[in-house]
């Protein structure tokens, strides 16, 4: 007579509970080493990208969290790919520190759609709270899962799993219309079409990744409701087969852990600190005090996008027409009391306009002659404010 269960040998029919220490199968084992391997891999990744923030010095914290975190979740991963499903507190564990991360995510690119539409209030008022209110329900219902165990026959069909994979679902949508509007918005950023292009693509990775890893988790945990009962146990879903079951928990957990952390590993880069911060202090005028010694004013919410400076006393074209809007509504912040005593621009005149962030413009000026300038890239984010960076060396217009 077979048995279901844990604890009953090597005879039971519960295919869950087989892994390369306890109850061994082979195939069980197969599927736990290959994932321990891949998982390993991975966290060697990290760490190397960990070491490059600080080699870079790179100045978003939230960047560091985001990885260490990571590599912590990868290291519980593996103890879980290594006991199998023996230990359901290890599982709850990885999922929280999954969604821990996922909200850091959120929480950068949320921010930065605050700030292109110009409502910095809301990050205080609405972004922030509301992430903290979600974190505290991902806590509850985790710890909740933790106390709340059974055996491997019936642990499946416990609500936790499902309660964790909506809220990952219902977060990467809100994520996935942020990194829309940003996109929408990047269409109207006055820089070469490779850049508009390599931020999209990037941000449209990270989006496709958590989208698909979402996607895969609910649907698997719905189905696990659905079609579970306790008399059958969770292993009748896959046929009581071990073949069945290993595939399918494999393709699980790469979708769900690996996927979303290799995306991250690929758009994700540091900027140097030091060369940014000095491009910042020459291009805008600013001195190491934060005071501005140009006459030069900053358009308060786009700093994550550009940067560029026209003297006033640059001879204009009849022509000309300076692109004072980066996106569709004039967005400007009050005058500072740098600029409190600057003329008014008139005739051939140009305002002096800066926009603070990577990309800035060598204001070199001949005098009689006309402006000759070179247009600097250096640490160009390509994933809003806080992601991907693609270091181009110059590129040099008149």
Known sequence: MLFHGKDYGNDTIDVINKNCFSQYDILACLRSVLLT?????????IICKIYKYHIFKHKQIQHYA????????????VSSFL???????????????????????????????ARAHNKENIIQQAINPGLCLYMIYCTTVALMGMVDIGTTWNECLKPYW????VADFVAVQCFAVAAVYITHKTNWLPILETFKQAQKRDLMTVVVA???????????????????TEEKGCSAIFGYSQFFYSVTEFVYNV?????????????????????????????TGQSIDGTLTSNCRSVR??????????????????????????YPSPIESPPSPSNSNSSVVSGHQVEPICYTNRISLNCNQVENQPYEGKFMQRGLTTISEESNVNVIDSVERV
């Open 162 to 165: 499902l309660m964790l994979s």
């Open 37 to 45: 391997t891949t998982a390993s891999i991975t966290i060697v990744f």
């Open 301 to 326: 919410g786009f700093h994550q996008y550009h940067r560029m400076c026209v003297p006033s006393s640059v001879q204009a074209p009849d022509n000309f027409r300076p692109s004072h809007y980066l």
């Open 83 to 113: 006991t199998g499903h023996i230990y359901p507190q290890l599982k709850f564990s990885v999922n929280f520190l999954k969604l821990l991360k996922l909200s850091i995510i959120c929480q950068l690119h949320w921010s930065s759609s």
């Open 255 to 283: 979708a769900k852990y690996l996927l979303p952390t290799w995306a991250i590993l690929i758009v994700f880069q540091p900027v140097e600190d030091n060369s940014i911060m000095s491009d910042t202090a020459i291009s």
């Open 66 to 77: 985001i990885f260490y975190i990571n590599a912590t979740e990868l290291l519980v991963c």
């Open 210 to 228: 958590y989208e698909l890893s979402s996607f895969f988790t609910v649907s698997f945990d719905v189905l696990m409701r659905i079609v579970g």
